[in-house]
């Protein structure tokens, strides 16, 4: 069990770990600079500590985890990621499917894939299915998601990068938004975000506002015109694991 400081969720199981720069949004990975800190240890290769590696030993894992949460799977990874078998992604939903005392939050850059291999998943209720969508250049990825029959489909849009007007939010069951964390990161603009907050709730769509990031996240916050937007997609406890 790995607990996570990440606001919108509790935990992380990563069955795979590695990926690929894919968009803008992948510029400054926080899972890139953490594979190259860990390079040579807890089985992060030497020579490409970021290279795509199955880790079939980590499968069954959420099944021992007693205490239901909210698990965020491939924090490490995109579990839609070329080198990522399909048969190994139905191996990863169907843990999903008996460890049905958590909810699951997959989330992925890569959303093509799942228009490719829909038709060969049955997502489970308990899975909430997102793609990041950090400007409005990847608003397409959108229409992927909604393509798919999971029960809860998201929005991650961060890092926000610019803009985002005219988000079409049929479908879509929560949006989070958060600006870029680090020393490269890049500034969001106020208006950027509460014309998305504004969108979501005419939609009736649950929002989410995680950081506005920066050097230092925590000294900038996470109120938004001086209130903590926390909705989830649906009545969700949290809890103290």
């Given at each position: ?39 040579g240890r807890?089985?992060?290769?030497v ?65 093509h ?79 950027w ?49």
């Amino acid at each position: 069990m790995a607990k996570t400081k990440i606001e919108w969720t509790e935990l992380t199981w990563n069955p795979v770990t590695g990926c690929t720069k894919y968009s803008s949004g992948c510029d400054n990975c926080y899972a890139f600079a953490m594979a190259r800190r860990l390079q040579g240890r807890y089985g992060y290769p030497v020579d490409d500590p970021f290279r795509v590696t199955l880790r079939p030993n980590r499968l069954d894992q959420p099944l021992d985890w007693k205490k239901s949460g909210l698990v965020f799977v491939c924090s490490m990874a995109d579990l839609f990621h070329k080198d990522v078998p399909t048969e190994y992604i139905l191996q990863v939903i169907d843990v999903m499917r008996r460890a049905d005392h958590h909810i699951f939050q997959v989330l992925t850059k890569r959303a093509h894939r799942l228009g490719e291999i829909e038709q060969m998943i049955e997502w489970p209720d308990n899975v909430w299915l997102g793609v990041t969508v950090e400007s409005s250049k990847y608003q397409r990825r959108i229409d992927y998601l909604r393509f798919t029959t999971a029960s809860v489909k998201f929005l991650s849009i961060e890092p926000l990068l610019g803009a985002m007007h005219d988000l079409d939010l049929d479908g879509i069951d929560w949006v989070i938004v958060g600006g870029e964390v680090g020393t490269r990161s890049r500034p969001v603009k106020a208006e950027w975000v509460t014309d998305i907050r504004d969108q979501c709730q005419a939609a009736g769509t649950p929002f989410f506002f995680k950081q506005w990031g920066g050097r230092k996240p925590k000294v900038a916050g996470r109120m938004l015109e001086g209130v903590t937007w926390d909705e989830m997609p649906q009545q969700v406890v949290k809890t103290d694991s």
